[in-house]
């Protein structure tokens, strides 16, 4: 436990089903993979899912303004003071922060991210979009790790990957919707040694070849940070490696699907049968044992800043180790997992 249980919270149970609500409506993937989690990591994975969506929607429904991000910042103010708004998401954030001692230049750097989304900024490099991807998911990578107590610099550096990965696998499936809203994450160099024209391409996105070898290329990037995920996950708590990697494994799966669709990301949306899904959340159950921390691998650039931020701020008191008890239970309740999946896959239920 993070706090005495005589400490009040500012999050109701009402706000905690809210929060739920927010990942299963958001994201079947996370959703998927959230349910193999241990309950005390569980409820705050939704808080944190749910600010974070809510600070994305908020620019998106602006108009990514200028406005709505001084908006979020005060929020974000009153959250780390005790203040928080009367939001569900801002209750569980007010919460979170004070729980796990997350530093203020995690969100912080969230929302610069979203500032960089508002702005319409485009990445001439990888290592460009290594900084935008670092800001909008490995800062979430990051906050996650610290809510399973975790906060030894290989562990973060690895979900500092994680969160990266996931975001270049996102930016290959979603190049047509972006395209077609304005936005272009593909890097400018990467596209311009194809022979392709960034403004052309916007003006009108077509599935060439040469875009297709772009979407390859930025998938073989996003492979090779799973890899370098997986060694992160040792660093994590037993209890929760089961969905760590199940996350990984599912998310890295979208980037197979689109392969299977012939890398065509304007067209259609990749999807993950639940199915197989289901398939991948046992495998994460069988892999996690074997898993090592070792070699320990340097963190990405991109990454070394949020990395500092954690190292420089004081840790919360230490929780209640799991034990195989617990484990035993997570078996289980994969199983169950197993069961609905595919019940609903077959029976579109």
Same mark, same amino acid.
């Given at each position: 436990?993070?706090?005495?249980? !005589?400490?009040?919270?500012?999050? !109701?149970?009402?706000?905690?089903?809210?929060? *739920?609500?927010?990942?299963?409506?958001g994201?079947?993937?996370?959703?998927?993979?959230?349910?193999?989690?241990?309950?005390?990591?569980?409820?705050?994975?939704?808080?944190?899912?749910?600010?974070?969506?809510?600070?994305?929607?908020?620019?998106?429904?602006?108009?990514?303004?200028?406005?709505?991000?001084?908006r979020?910042?005060?929020?974000l103010?009153r959250?780390?003071?005790?203040?928080?708004?009367?939001?569900?998401?801002? %209750?569980?954030?007010?919460?979170? &922060?004070r729980?796990?001692?997350?530093?203020?230049?995690?969100?912080?750097?969230?929302?610069?991210?979203?500032?960089?989304?508002?702005?319409?900024?485009?990445?001439?490099?990888?290592?460009?979009?290594?900084?935008?991807?670092?800001?909008?998911?490995?800062?979430?990578?990051?906050?996650?790790?610290?809510?399973?107590?975790?906060?030894?610099?290989?562990? $973060?550096?690895?979900?500092?990957?994680?969160?990266i990965?996931?975001?270049?696998?996102?930016?290959?499936?979603?190049?047509?919707?972006?395209?077609?809203?304005? *936005?272009?994450?593909?890097?400018?160099?990467?596209?311009?040694?194809?022979?392709i024209?960034?403004?052309?391409?916007?003006?009108?996105?077509?599935?060439?070849?040469?875009?297709?070898?772009?979407?390859?290329?930025?998938?073989?990037?996003?492979? %090779? $940070?799973?890899?370098?995920?997986?060694?992160?996950?040792?660093?994590?708590? $037993?209890?929760?490696?089961?969905?760590?990697?199940?996350?990984?494994?599912?998310?890295?799966?979208?980037?197979?699907?689109?392969?299977?669709? !012939?890398?065509?990301?304007?067209?259609?949306?990749?999807?993950?049968?639940?199915?197989?899904?289901?398939?991948?959340?046992? %495998? !994460?159950?069988?892999?996690?044992?074997?898993?090592?921390?070792?070699?320990?691998?340097?963190?990405?650039?991109?990454?070394?800043?949020?990395?500092?931020?954690?190292?420089?701020?004081?840790?919360?008191?230490?929780?209640?180790?799991?034990?195989?008890?617990?484990?035993?239970?997570?078996?289980?309740? &994969?199983?169950?997992?197993?069961?609905?999946?595919?019940?609903?896959?077959?029976?579109?239920?």
């Amino acid at each position: 436990m993070h706090l005495h249980s !005589s400490e009040s919270r500012y999050a !109701s149970i009402e706000d905690q089903a809210a929060c *739920r609500d927010a990942i299963r409506q958001g994201s079947r993937t996370f959703h998927a993979a959230s349910l193999v989690l241990p309950a005390s990591v569980r409820e705050p994975a939704y808080g944190l899912y749910a600010f974070c969506r809510l600070s994305d929607d908020a620019i998106d429904l602006d108009g990514g303004s200028l406005g709505a991000l001084d908006r979020l910042r005060e929020r974000l103010d009153r959250a780390y003071e005790g203040r928080p708004l009367a939001i569900a998401a801002d %209750r569980a954030m007010a919460d979170l &922060v004070r729980r796990f001692a997350i530093p203020r230049a995690l969100p912080e750097a969230l929302l610069e991210g979203l500032a960089w989304d508002a702005e319409g900024r485009r990445y001439e490099d990888i290592d460009d979009l290594f900084d935008y991807a670092a800001r909008v998911a490995g800062t979430v990578g990051v906050m996650m790790t610290l809510t399973m107590g975790a906060r030894a610099p290989q562990a $973060l550096a690895r979900a500092c990957d994680l969160g990266i990965a996931m975001q270049l696998t996102n930016i290959a499936r979603d190049v047509g919707e972006d395209a077609r809203a304005g *936005r272009l994450y593909l890097p400018l160099r990467w596209l311009r040694d194809a022979g392709i024209d960034p403004d052309d391409f916007l003006a009108r996105p077509v599935a060439s070849a040469a875009l297709k070898s772009v979407i390859a290329r930025l998938l073989d990037q996003a492979e %090779r $940070l799973y890899r370098r995920a997986h060694n992160g996950v040792a660093c994590l708590p $037993l209890i929760c490696r089961p969905a760590i990697l199940a996350a990984a494994l599912l998310y890295a799966e979208i980037g197979r699907e689109l392969e299977r669709r !012939s890398l065509d990301s304007i067209a259609n949306r990749a999807r993950v049968p639940g199915a197989r899904k289901a398939a991948l959340l046992l %495998r !994460s159950l069988a892999m996690w044992p074997w898993l090592s921390n070792e070699p320990l691998i340097p963190p990405l650039r991109a990454a070394d800043f949020l990395i500092d931020a954690v190292v420089r701020s004081p840790a919360p008191p230490r929780g209640r180790k799991s034990g195989i008890g617990d484990l035993r239970q997570q078996f289980l309740r &994969v199983l169950d997992i197993f069961e609905r999946l595919e019940r609903a896959e077959r029976y579109g239920e």
